[in-house]
C-alpha cells in the first residue's frame, strides 16, 4: 500500500496505528537476533563440548538455546497479536464509514459501489496482521546483518550488499511484471463475482425462459478472463519467488566459499566458526526479501483494494451532522425540480412545482415514464434535485439527516425490498420492535390475521427479500411498514399493484385514517381505486406537471377533455390556491 493522498482517510487511519507498528518494530529487533542462535549453538557445541567433553556444558547449552527458542517464539506470538490488534482497530475506526459509504454510493450510483467494498477493507485489516506486514518491518533490520559481515570481512560485506542488490532488483521486476496482470484479475473477479449475483437475484426469470445457458456462457467468460490474468501473474510470480531463493541459497554458500578461499590467502583472519557465522548472516540477509516475493500477490491485492476504496471514500465525503430540527408536520413544497438518476445527465423531473398542505392526500398519475417513481425519490429525499428545491417544513429534505428524519417519514417503493428476519422487525423498520404497534400497522392494513395464521405469527422468518411470501402479502408488508409509527408523510409508489379487491378496499381504509390523524400522503398510482379517499390529484407527463388541483377539478377537466386549459395557467392558479 503506498498512499498517495496524505490527507485522505484511509492514509490518516493508518497513521494512528503508529503506535503499533512501532512496538512491533522492537519485537522484530530482538526477533532477528534471537534467529541465528541455532547457529550459534552449533558453534559452540562444537568449539566448547566435543573438545571439553563436558555434559555439564551441554546440557547447559541445550538448555540455553530451547530458552531462546521459548522467547523467539514468544516474542513471534506477541508481535503478531500487536499487529492483529491494529488490524482490528482500523477496522473499528472505518467500518461504519465504509459501510455508510457503500450505501450512500449505491444511492447515487457512483461505479464501483458494491458489496465488494467491504471486501476491500477486509483485506486490508487482513494484510495489516499478515507475515508480508512483518516482513516489510524485517527488511530495514536485514541492514544490521550486512554491517555485521563488514565487521567479519570487507570482501564478504561487499557480496552480501550485491545480493541485497540483486533482491531488490528481483522484487522490482516482481512488481513490474505481476501488478498489471493482478490487477486486471481482480477487476475481472469482482466483475464475475457482480454478475453472478445479479443472476441469481433473477433466477426465475433465468429458468423459466431458458435463458441459464446463455448466462452461464457470459459469466464463463468473465471467469475465464480472471483465470488466465491470474494464472499469468503467477508464473510470473513463481519464476521471482525461484530467483530469489536461488539467490539467497547461493549467497549464502558463497560466503562459505569466500570464507574459506580467503583464509587459504591468508586474508582471512576469523575461525571457521566465524566463516559458517557469516554464511548463515548472509542468509538472513535476504530472508525478508524473499518472503516478500513470494507474497507478492497479497502485497498487490492489498493495495489495489487500498485504491479502490480510498477513490470511493474521496468520492463519498462523510455527512456532516446538521442542526437538530423539531419534527416535521407535512407541508410539501416542491420548486421548480428538475432531476434525473444520479449519475446521469438526462433530465427526468424538468421544472415541477407544486405545495401540498398538511393533512392532504395527493394521487400523482400518469403514463409510463412520465418521471412518477423519480419524483417520489426526491420527495422523500434519497435523489438530490439538481436544481430547485423539495422542502419539508420549509427544510430541504435531501440533507436532512435521515437517522433524525427517517421515523416521520414513510415510504413504500414500486419495487418493494424487504430483508432477512421476521415479520414483526420488518415492520417495525429493524428498530426496537413495539408489538402494540407493528400489530396496529399490520390491522391497518389487512394482514393481522394472516399473520395469526402463520406458525410463528409475528415472529415468522420471511427469508431473503421476503422470499416466502406472496407478492400481495409483500406489498403488504411494505405498506403496514411504511405506515408504522404513525409518521407524517408518507410516499407510497403504486402500493395496489399487486393488491386484490379487499386489498385495495384496506388500502383505502388505511388511507382514510391516516389522513384523519393529519398525516401528509403522496400516492402514485394507475388505479382509480384510491381515489376516493384523495383530496389532490396532480397529471404528469413527460416529467412535467400537466395538471394540478382538487380531485374533482381535475377528473371533471380530463372528462371534458379541457386537459389543456388546467395546465400550465390552470395549474399555476390551483398551486397558488392550495398554497394560501
Not at 466483475?191 to 435463458?211: D, F, H, K, T
Request: charged residues 15%; contains cysteine.
Amino acid at each position: 500500500m503506498n498512499p498517495a493522498n496524505q490527507n485522505s482517510e484511509l492514509h490518516k487511519a493508518l497513521l494512528a496505528l503508529k503506535p503499533f507498528f512501532q512496538r512491533t518494530m522492537i519485537f522484530s529487533f530482538f526477533t532477528n537476533i534471537l534467529v541465528i542462535m541455532p547457529t550459534v549453538y552449533m558453534l559452540e557445541v562444537y568449539d566448547r563440548v566435543v573438545n571439553s567433553r563436558s555434559h555439564t556444558t551441554l546440557a547447559m547449552l541445550t538448555l540455553m538455546v530451547i530458552g531462546c527458542y521459548v522467547l523467539m517464539e514468544l516474542l513471534e506470538w506477541v508481535r503478531t497479536g500487536i499487529l492483529r490488534q491494529a488490524g482490528l482497530k482500523f477496522d473499528t475506526q472505518m467500518s461504519e464509514r465504509v459501510f455508510n459509504t457503500v450505501f450512500e454510493a449505491n444511492l447515487r450510483r457512483i461505479p464501483g459501489a458494491s458489496s465488494q467494498v467491504l471486501g476491500d477493507l477486509r483485506s486490508i485489516r487482513d494484510f495489516i496482521a499478515s507475515p508480508a506486514v512483518t516482513a516489510f518491518m524485517d527488511v530495514p533490520l536485514a541492514l544490521l546483518y550486512i554491517v555485521v559481515l563488514f565487521m567479519i570481512n570487507t570482501t564478504m560485506g561487499f557480496m552480501s550488499l550485491v545480493g541485497a542488490l540483486l533482491s531488490v532488483g528481483l522484487a522490482y521486476f516482481t512488481e513490474r511484471d505481476t501488478q498489471p496482470p493482478l490487477t486486471a484479475a481482480n477487476r475481472a473477479a469482482i466483475g464475475a463475482q457482480n454478475y453472478a449475483n445479479g443472476s441469481l437475484r433473477n433466477a426465475q426469470v433465468i429458468e423459466a425462459m431458458g435463458m441459464q445457458t446463455n448466462i452461464h456462457s457470459r459469466w464463463m467468460k468473465r471467469q475465464k478472463e480472471f483465470l488466465f490474468m491470474q494464472a499469468l501473474a503467477s508464473d510470473h510470480a513463481g519464476g521471482y519467488a525461484a530467483s530469489s531463493k536461488f539467490v539467497q541459497m547461493t549467497l549464502s554458500s558463497l560466503l562459505l566459499g569466500a570464507g574459506c578461499w580467503l583464509t587459504v590467502l591468508g586474508q582471512f583472519s576469523g575461525s571457521g566458526g566465524m566463516m559458517i557465522v557469516a554464511s548463515v548472516i548472509g542468509g538472513r540477509v535476504l530472508a525478508p526479501i524473499v518472503q516478500l516475493i513470494g507474497m507478492w500477490k497479497q502485497v498487490v491485492n492489498a493495495r489495489d483494494a487500498y485504491g479502490r476504496l480510498d477513490k470511493l471514500l474521496q468520492a463519498v465525503p462523510p455527512k456532516q451532522p446538521g442542526m437538530a430540527l423539531p419534527p416535521p408536520k407535512g407541508l410539501l413544497s416542491v420548486e421548480g425540480v428538475v432531476a434525473g438518476a444520479p449519475g446521469s445527465a438526462a433530465a427526468i423531473i424538468r421544472g415541477v412545482s407544486f405545495v401540498v398542505p398538511a393533512g392532504q392526500v395527493v394521487a400523482i398519475v400518469g403514463p409510463s415514464a412520465s418521471g412518477k417513481t423519480t419524483l417520489a425519490r426526491l420527495m422523500v429525499g434519497v435523489w438530490p434535485a439538481a436544481n430547485g428545491k423539495v422542502r419539508l417544513d420549509g427544510v430541504d429534505i435531501f440533507p436532512w439527516n435521515k437517522s433524525e428524519l427517517g421515523p416521520h417519514i414513510g415510504y413504500l417503493p414500486q419495487d418493494v425490498e424487504l430483508f432477512d428476519g421476521t415479520l414483526a422487525e420488518n415492520i417495525a423498520r429493524f428498530s426496537h420492535v413495539d408489538m402494540a404497534q407493528v400489530e396496529v400497522a399490520a390491522r391497518a392494513v389487512g394482514l393481522h390475521e394472516t399473520i395469526l395464521c402463520l406458525p410463528q405469527g409475528y415472529e415468522t422468518r420471511i427469508g431473503d427479500d421476503g422470499c416466502f411470501l406472496s407478492g400481495g402479502q409483500r406489498q403488504r408488508v411494505g405498506l403496514a411498514r411504511a405506515i408504522y409509527g404513525n409518521p407524517r408523510f408518507i410516499v407510497l409508489d403504486e402500493p395496489n399493484s399487486s393488491l386484490d379487491e379487499a386489498g385495495e378496499q384496506a388500502l383505502v381504509q388505511t388511507l382514510l385514517a391516516l389522513k384523519a390523524m393529519g398525516t401528509t400522503i403522496i400516492v402514485i398510482t394507475h388505479r382509480t381505486s384510491v381515489l376516493a379517499a384523495v383530496d389532490l390529484m396532480l397529471i404528469l407527463q413527460d416529467g412535467q406537471v400537466k395538471a394540478y388541483g382538487s380531485r374533482d377539478e381535475v377528473l371533471a377537466a380530463l372528462q371534458r377533455g379541457a386537459q389543456a386549459a388546467v395546465a400550465p395557467s390552470a395549474g399555476a392558479g390551483a398551486l397558488q390556491s392550495v398554497a394560501a
